[in-house]
């Protein structure tokens, strides 16, 4: 069974930094591009920053840029974002999500069960 996990939310002050992770199992990871979407309150799903499956190639939303990193550990299995630099409109909730199809990183559709983000100002 496909199985993607975020872990890492939590609260933190405007300019503050948080890690996420995503665990997955079922599949193999390191043939996949993997993702991060965020969603706030009202608002529709966005995309935050791709990583090609064999993570040398990453793509990142304007409002990530300077301040995300997105990373991978093919061996572990395990997809990050490491954010620096918060601010209150980063507040959301986070989800990993899998490329539609083995090596392509256009649509995703598979995703996690989520981690809030919440910056306080």
Not at 71 to 100: F, I, V, W
Request: charged residues 20%; neutral net charge.
């Amino acid at each position: 069974q496909v199985r993607l996990e975020e872990s890492g939310g939590g609260s933190v002050q405007a300019g503050g930094s948080l890690r996420l992770s995503c665990e997955t199992s079922g599949y193999t990871f390191s043939n996949w591009c993997m993702g991060w979407f965020r969603q706030a309150p009202g608002k529709a799903r966005e995309f935050v920053a791709r990583i090609f499956p064999a993570g040398t190639s990453v793509d990142y939303a304007d409002s990530a840029k300077g301040r995300f990193t997105i990373s991978r550990d093919n061996a572990k299995k395990t997809l990050s974002l490491q954010m620096h630099s918060l601010k209150p409109e980063d507040t959301a909730t986070y989800y990993c999500a899998r490329g539609e199809l083995p090596g392509a990183c256009g649509e995703f559709d598979l995703w996690g069960q989520g981690t809030q983000v919440t910056v306080s100002s």
